[in-house]
């Protein structure tokens, strides 16, 4: 899963994943300070399960330009043994994405 950090943030149920609206592009690849259209952003959350079967679950939703926070479903975060890691996805209209990702701890 690639979550190196040594000490994740630990969160408590329900998680809810919040983000500033993305109006400008990328601060340091291709043309910084153009203004942007945000097609959509995809939210995806991965568990991995170590010698379970299956070894890593992956849920993913696709929300419209407008919505910036995202409630992961408890059936899912609740199959977390501790660790999950996410990815927030800014799909633009000129088709360009971007990506940031990172892991946290459920308590």
Known sequence: MG?????LPVVSEPVTLSWSAVTMSHPEIGTPGVAVNVQ???????????????????FDALLPPDVTSFEFPEDFTGLADGEMKFEI???????????????????
């Open 89 to 107: 996805v800014i799909k633009l209209d000129n088709g360009n994405q971007t990506a940031v990702e990172s892991c946290f701890e459920i308590e």
């Open 40 to 58: 959509s952003y995809q939210v995806v959350g991965e568990i991995d399960r170590g010698d379970q079967t299956p070894d890593t679950l992956v």
């Open 3 to 7: 979550c190196d950090a040594a000490d």
